[in-house]
């Protein structure tokens, strides 16, 4: 006898090895939409600088997650900018890591700011959102040369230490950062030396020079610019560098915090001739033509003790075209490893037209560039050059090079010399951009609320 099944039977037998069938498939096969987690994206910084036809812009890196997900299956989209003048969404460029995330860069066509609102698109259609907030430069000249040092705006002293790295002091606070001196972005590695000098408030590091692994820092000596004695301003010190490139380290060595005092008393005990008494006295602020103010350090030809001290101010003698002061300091190794009272040379006053000493530096055949800007401007509202020396007293410098004075900050250190003999020979400078309104806003670069829009420029120029 042939037993049939009625049509509910076969149904109800198909139903049910159609469920076994999607129970065991269920153990393998990827969960409906409502079964996956909110994807979720972060950025490695969410404050972002650029420039406006610059090169080699920092980018930002952003790390897509969802459970379960590889990261290369996620979509990344720039959804929105609040102002497209200064960088619309076809101004993000997006490449891929090995990890899966994604490096962000942004090609700005103006100066300013703007947020740039970033979506991440998982399965299931799940979403998450972060904001980038954008500020853009405006563009400069020389641009194709010009990089950025970001995290700091105040550069006032610069140190090579090979393999394309540079330190470099800030005047604001007591950090020394290190950077890749051929790209813009932000420090490799900072020391805070605050610590270790025993102080809150900044030496205000406005120079130093290199004898092997010891490195100099001079704060300017002078008041501050209130015309107020600062004691952490009359302080020089010393670190110590292992290594060279990005893995350079620093460790602090000894400090010396009465070189100020010292060179009152000497130039006292020469007739007042320079007026440092007067320059330093109470109410008198640093950055006048007969003020008191060091912003250069090198060391004398062939010598590892005896000191050059490049001065901003007083002009030598204290008028409109007066000669710029350098000041021998003839134990200054001693002066650092030991305490020892500071003695001193004949000052050498200079003729740089009427500029006075920004930064001086030599290289290993002992020639020297001076960095020449005014004793008054903290921004490029008067003239800067650069002239060859060779560090003898009596010995007349030669003008390499007027700089350029259109685009926001001063002209403030010297990274190396080249070898001044070979024609086309190039140098880099720094500025310090801490006066400088860098977005439009009326701002000063210094009192940005976000450290990763401070930046100071760095750029090479050919000399004549």
Not at 40 to 57: F, K
Not at 148 to 157: C, E, F, I, P, W
Not at 380 to 387: E, Q
């Amino acid at each position: 006898m042939t037993v049939r099944l009625s049509p509910v039977r076969r149904a109800g037998a198909v139903g049910v090895a159609g469920a076994a069938a999607l129970l065991v498939a269920g153990l393998t096969a990827p969960a409906h939409a409502a079964g996956y987690a909110d994807p979720t994206i972060s950025l490695s910084a969410t404050h972002l600088t650029g420039a406006v036809g610059a090169y080699g812009d920092p980018a930002v890196t952003v790390d897509v997650k969802q459970p379960g997900v590889p990261a290369g299956f996620l979509r990344l989209r720039v959804l929105s900018s609040s102002n497209p003048a200064v960088a619309a969404v076809a101004d993000v460029r997006q490449r891929r890591t090995p990890s899966g995330d994604r490096s962000l860069t942004v090609r700005p066509r103006g100066q300013g700011y703007t947020d740039l609102t970033l979506q991440v698109t998982g399965r299931g259609g799940k979403t998450a959102t972060a904001t980038l907030a954008y500020a853009a430069s405006a563009r400069v000249g020389g641009a194709p040369t010009t990089r950025y040092l970001t995290g700091s705006s105040d550069a006032s002293a610069a140190v090579d230490v090979g393999g394309g790295h540079v330190l470099v002091a800030d005047d604001e606070s007591n950090v020394l950062r290190l950077y890749d001196r051929s790209r813009t972005g932000a420090p490799v590695r900072t020391w805070d030396l605050g610590p270790s000098l025993g102080l809150k408030k900044e030496v205000d590091i406005e120079a130093a020079a290199r004898v092997g692994d010891t490195v100099y820092w001079t704060g300017s000596l002078g008041n501050n610019k209130d015309g107020e004695y600062k004691a952490e301003r009359n302080t020089v010190f010393t670190t110590t560098l292992s290594g060279s490139g990005a893995g350079a380290q620093l460790a602090y060595g000894r400090s010396y915090k009465k070189l100020r005092d010292d060179l009152v008393a000497w130039d006292k005990g020469n007739g007042n001739r320079y007026g440092f008494a007067a320059g330093t006295a109470d109410g008198e602020a640093p950055k006048q033509i007969d003020g008191f103010n060091v912003e250069g350090l090198e060391f004398a030809p062939g010598s590892t003790t005896t000191a050059y001290l490049g001065f901003r101010a007083p002009l030598a003698p204290a008028v409109p075209g007066g000669k710029a002061l350098v000041v021998p300091v003839t134990n200054f190794d001693k002066v650092l490893s030991t305490g020892a009272k500071a003695t001193f040379g004949a000052g050498i006053e200079l003729d740089l037209g009427g500029l006075a000493i920004r930064d001086i530096r030599k290289n290993a055949a002992d020639q020297y560039l001076i960095l020449a800007g005014s004793w008054a401007a903290d921004d490029n509202s008067d003239p800067y050059a650069l002239y060859q020396w060779d560090g003898v007293a009596g010995h007349a410098p030669v003008k390499r090079t007027d700089l350029p004075t259109t685009d926001p900050g001063g002209w403030e250190a010297i990274v190396e010399v080249p070898d001044l003999s070979v024609a086309g020979a190039r140098v880099q400078l720094i500025t310090d951009s801490g006066s400088g309104d860098l977005y439009g806003d009326g701002t000063e670069a210094k009192d940005l609320t976000h450290a990763e829009w401070k930046k100071a420029r760095a750029a090479w120029f050919t000399l004549n």
